[in-house]
């Protein structure tokens, strides 16, 4: 039997990936029983059979290093993990190798060094520890000058992060102030600019059929309906981007007064919100007891 062969042998008994199966056969001269106890030991086996099961719980973490920033977001199966100090631990451990190693998305961060492995390695080793599927599912990069500052947050115990940059400026209050605000106010946009054209025809058109339909403004000229509708596309316009939104400690003044007033602005930004976006899994307590009596 040749390495390829002896490759899918293992894939198929332990649903490890190719490069473990590979590692394994390396470690075990190619000693076919002994690569699939290898696996098992490193509980790269055991981490495979959850790679069906969903993880849209988890956390986010942020760590900074002179001009660089970085925040990643580590999923597992329930938040009752994402509480425990270890995860906590092994969450950090992971962002601070990303960051070492300047990673720019979630695939540079998992072929990271860390320890006297990689990332990848440590994911693996902790979905075994733990004994639920965990997932690197997103990493963001930020670097700024030395004039420049970072502003960071995280909410909830990092079920929320953001990281944004303000220019020439050293304030630190104001920076957290921006963050804090990004988390509270989840704008899509950072100016009226960076709105697609698309985009924005495309709200068009649905506030023009909503105004259409809307019974008390069926009779009025078509003139007066473009208003109208004009004015929600501008209100939705504000609601989207960071700068026009109203400022949250102070709603008198927009984002952008507040900036001015302090003789700074965003350069750019991320927000995090754990599992956004992704299906939560709903555990049925009814069905699994019945299924354990059955067996």
């Known amino acids: 039997m040749n390495i390829s062969e002896m490759i ?21 001269d190619n000693d076919l029983d002994k ?11 055991k981490a495979a059979k959850k790679a069906h099961r969903i993880a849209a719980e988890g956390l ?19 938040d009752f993990v994402a509480k425990n100090e270890k995860f906590i631990e092994f969450v950090r451990e992971v962002a601070k190798s990303a960051l070492a190693a300047k990673a720019k998305n979630a695939e ?18 902790n979905t075994a520890t733990i004994g639920e599927k965990l997932s690197l599912r ?6 700024k000058s030395d004039n420049d500052i970072f502003g960071t947050y ?29 988390a509270a106010s989840n704008p899509t946009y950072l100016k009226e600019s960076d709105i697609p054209s698309e985009e924005v025809e495309n709200e068009r058109k649905i506030q023009l059929e909503a105004t259409k339909n809307d019974e008390k403004l069926k009779d009025k000229p078509e003139n007066v309906l473009k208003g109208i509708v004009e004015g929600k596309l501008n209100k939705w316009k504000k609601e989207i ?6 400022f949250v400690k102070d709603t008198s003044m927009t984002v952008e007064q ?19 976006g992704l299906e939560k899994r709903q555990d049925d307590f009814a069905q699994e007891v019945y299924s354990q009596v059955e067996k």
């Not at 986010?60 to 329930?78: R, Y």
Request: charged share 25%; hydrophobic share 40%; proline share 1%.
């Open 8 to 28: 899918k042998v293992l894939r198929v008994s332990t649903g490890a990936g190719i490069l473990d199966c590979k590692k394994a056969l390396e470690a075990t």
């Open 35 to 45: 690569a699939i106890d290898w696996l098992r030991e490193k509980g790269i086996s």
């Open 60 to 78: 986010c973490d942020i760590v900074t290093d002179g001009n660089s920033a970085l925040i990643v977001e580590m999923n597992s199966e329930t």
């Open 108 to 125: 540079e961060a998992l072929a990271a060094k860390s320890g006297n492995g990689t990332v990848n390695d440590l994911v693996v080793g």
């Open 138 to 143: 997103r990493v963001d990069l930020f670097e």
């Open 154 to 182: 995280l909410h909830m115990g990092g079920k929320i992060g953001v990281i944004t940059v303000l220019e020439n400026t050293d304030n630190e209050e104001v920076a957290r102030d921006i963050a804090m605000h990004i």
């Open 241 to 246: 981007c960071l700068l026009d939104q109203p």
């Open 258 to 276: 507040y900036l001015k007033n302090n003789n700074t602005n965003v350069v750019k930004y991320v927000r995090y919100l754990v599992g956004e």
